[in-house]
């Protein structure tokens, strides 16, 4: 079956960084699309970046543009999302997702546009 299991989250000062990884397996990683999303306390769940399946594609939320990364591995199956100049805006519960035999027309920036979830991994950045 589909898994999708973040991982590396934590606390760290203002201005630091965090690189997570999403560890998927039980489908063909390297022909599937991947996003990063996250929810602070309180919020919707919200687009942080997206990238296409042969990784040629890459977009962010304009909040963590030119700050985040997104990047695919396809010999190890994981996502990363490496996080520079965290702010603690950036606090929240991130996870990754993925789009496999969907038809949506959605938007890749909307939940809807995913139907496979990881579980999430806490980031916590104090100032």
């Known amino acids: 079956q589909v898994q999708l299991v973040e991982s590396g989250g934590g606390l760290v000062q203002a201005g630091g960084s965090l690189k997570l990884s999403c560890a998927a397996s039980g489908f063909t990683f390297s022909r599937s699309a991947m996003g990063w999303f996250r929810q602070a306390p309180g919020k919707e769940r919200s687009f942080v970046a997206r990238i296409t399946w042969g990784g040629v594609i890459t977009n962010y939320a304009d909040s963590v543009k030119g700050r985040f990364t997104i990047s695919r591995d396809t010999t190890k199956n994981t996502l990363y999302l490496q996080m520079n100049s965290l702010k603690p805006e950036d606090t929240a519960v991130y996870y990754c997702?993925?789009?496999?035999?969907?038809?949506?027309?959605?938007?890749?920036?909307?939940?809807?546009?995913?139907?496979?979830w990881g579980q999430g991994t806490q980031v916590t950045v104090s100032s």
């Open positions: 997702a993925t789009r496999i035999n969907y038809d949506s027309s959605a938007s890749y920036a909307a939940e809807g546009y995913y139907n496979y």
